[in-house]
């Protein structure tokens, strides 16, 4: 596990409360020992032998795990987290879990909404079936939410429009796109999401 977390990698820290979630850099990695930095404003999410979650990646794929916080140090700004090496999982090969989610949200061309669906899901973008008439040339302003209600708003880029059309129905647009504009907070918030469902499916 030292080999794969080391000094300068970047992580991402999720506390009870999402709203402390951040990324930062490993400061110091020793054994099963990693010091991170931390803002004033999020070290007061977190207190020792709180159990938070973490992520990582690494050459190998996405490493999930989840430390128990040793120490706090208020004055330097640094959390100290513990691990277990036997609780960490690797996970695929790529910087962002993708899943497949079926959830309706909203769509703003303007002055117009619609409602979509989404295909897939990532904290880099999303795959929808819509009837909007999206176009590459332009970014749209979304909302959506995951498990805990909380809106996530931001701008969706279309990067691939392909029309499917059905038998006496309309047709409907399949879209691939990338987020603009995320929030940090609310990309970890995807993130932690994707993960978790990637890995209930894989337990199933």
Sequence with gaps: MKKLLKKNQKIYIIPEDIKGAFSTKIIKSAKNILEIQITADDIAFYNPDDNIEAFSVVNEGVLYFKPRVAEVDKKENVLK?????????????????????????????????????????????????TNAPLTTEKDYEIEFSLESNIPIQCFFKPIRVAEVKGKNKPAKNIVSGRFIALKNIDKIAIVQFCFKKQMENKNK
């Design 81 to 129: 987290i513990e691990f277990d090496e036997k609780n960490c999982n690797l996970l695929q090969r790529r910087e962002y879990t993708r899943i497949d989610i079926e959830k309706e949200f909203t769509l703003k061309d303007g002055e117009t909404e619609y409602v979509c669906t989404m295909m897939d899901l990532s904290a880099g973008g999303l795959k929808i079936l």
